[in-house]
T-cell receptor
Framework: SAVISQKPSRDICQRGTSLTIQCQVD?????MFWYRQQPGQSLTLIAT?????????ESGFVIDKFPISRPNLTFSTLTVSNMSPEDSSIYLC???????????FGSGTRLTVV | RKEVEQDPGPFNVPEGATVAFNCTYS??????FFWYRQDCRKEPKLLMS?????NEDGRFTAQLNRASQYISLLIRDSKLSDSATYLC????????????WGAGTKLIIKP
């Protein structure tokens, strides 16, 4: 399986600002995804990060709020824009290797918006 | 109805006991099934895939019942280190890499 480095691991941000989260995978992966996990809740898929094209967003998530980049097969960023306290959550990136149905996750970014 | 449902627990189990929990899924077209483990404040990690014939990995046994649309996880001789939240995950089609997550079952192993 792949190893994913995600940073920052945590941040406290002022409302109205933006935070960019980075994920670096140690091998080329077929798919990369961004999830959000509220305290005590399961994971919610934000979007699929597509290499070289616009991300595919799930219902309830829009590009203006969560712009995503994936310039190559090993790197992706998620930006949480114009943050409000409701954006306080854990954000996780994940990746899957071709032919491997197991997902690997980054260690997560714990975001607190004040 | 949620697409994937789990009893949130917590299951409080003495060390050495056997514990089992189920997960039900609503879409009969579900193709792939997994159990993930998530420790407190950590990311989910794949515990095991669930195959139609059932599979075992050490103290862990996973089974799939397509007719009743549930999967199960059995943990034998439970250890303190088994304390975690266990997440049930399904995918709808083999070509669809998107996962549908259960909310998790919290397991607490007590000495």
């Amino acid at each position: 399986s792949a190893v994913i480095s995600q940073k920052p691991s945590r941040d406290i941000c002022q409302r109205g600002t933006s935070l960019t989260i980075q994920c670096q995978v140690d091998s080329q992966v077929t798919m990369m995804f961004w999830y959000r996990q509220q305290p005590g809740q399961s994971l919610t898929l934000i979007a699929t990060a597509n290499q070289g094209s616009e991300a595919t967003y799930e219902s309830g998530f829009v590009i203006d709020k969560f712009p995503i980049s994936r310039p190559n097969l090993t790197f992706s960023t998620l930006t949480v824009s114009n943050m409000s306290p409701e954006d306080s959550s854990i954000y996780l990136c994940s990746a899957i290797l071709q032919g491997d149905y197991g997902y690997t996750f980054g260690s997560g970014t714990r975001l607190t918006v004040v | 109805r949620k697409e994937v449902e789990q009893d949130p627990g917590p299951f409080n189990v003495p060390e050495g006991a056997t514990v089992a929990f189920n997960c039900t899924y609503s879409n009969s077209a579900s193709q792939s099934f997994f159990w993930y483990r998530q420790d407190c404040r950590k990311e989910p990690k794949l515990l095991m895939s669930v195959y139609s014939s059932g599979n075992e990995d050490g103290r862990f046994t996973a089974q799939l019942n397509r007719a009743s649309q549930y999967i199960s996880l059995l943990i034998r001789d439970s250890k303190l280190s088994d304390s975690a939240t266990y997440l049930c995950v399904v995918t709808l089609r083999r070509s669809n890499y998107q996962l549908i997550w259960g909310a998790g079952t919290k397991l607490i192993i007590k000495p």
